[in-house]
């Protein structure tokens, strides 16, 4: 049985920071693809960040928006994946969702578009205020 549990969520004024969490069972982190994907009320999906496992090592991908501020990274220990968000913006704010496959993410599209990943958390909600 998969599933995924975010958590860390929360309220955070503009600039702030939040280091988001997510649990994973059924599905090992340092073989598989797991992302963070975000959604505003009336705004699409969006893929956030994403790391993965590809032949040559250790992948990550990162939507335009975040580059710079938000870090993804993983404890093979713990079967978790982390979303370190720094530099906080009101537009950041969402309901944030962990979401995998046991397959690998080979591209951009894969990681960080809606269509790969199979299994989904229940989310998180991140509010940042100005």
């Known amino acids: 049985q998969v599933q995924l549990q975010e958590s860390g969520g929360g309220s955070v004024q503009a600039g702030g920071s939040l280091n988001l969490s997510c649990a994973v069972s059924g599905i090992s982190v340092s073989t598989g693809c797991v992302t963070w994907f975000r959604q505003a009320p009336g705004k699409e999906r969006e893929g956030v960040a994403t790391?993965?496992?590809?032949?040559?090592?250790?992948?990550?991908y990162y939507t335009d928006s975040v580059k710079g501020r938000f870090t993804v990274s993983r404890d093979n220990a713990k079967n978790t994946v982390a979303l370190q968000m720094n530099s906080l913006k009101p537009e950041d704010t969402a309901m944030y969702y962990c979401?995998?496959?046991?397959?690998?993410?080979?591209?951009?599209?894969?990681?960080?578009?809606?269509?790969?990943?199979?299994?989904w958390g229940q989310g998180t909600q991140v509010t940042v205020s100005s």
């Open positions: 979401a995998a496959t046991r397959a690998a993410c080979l591209t951009s599209i894969q990681a960080l578009g809606r269509g790969w990943h199979n299994y």
């Open positions: 790391i993965t496992q590809v032949i040559d090592g250790l992948r990550t």
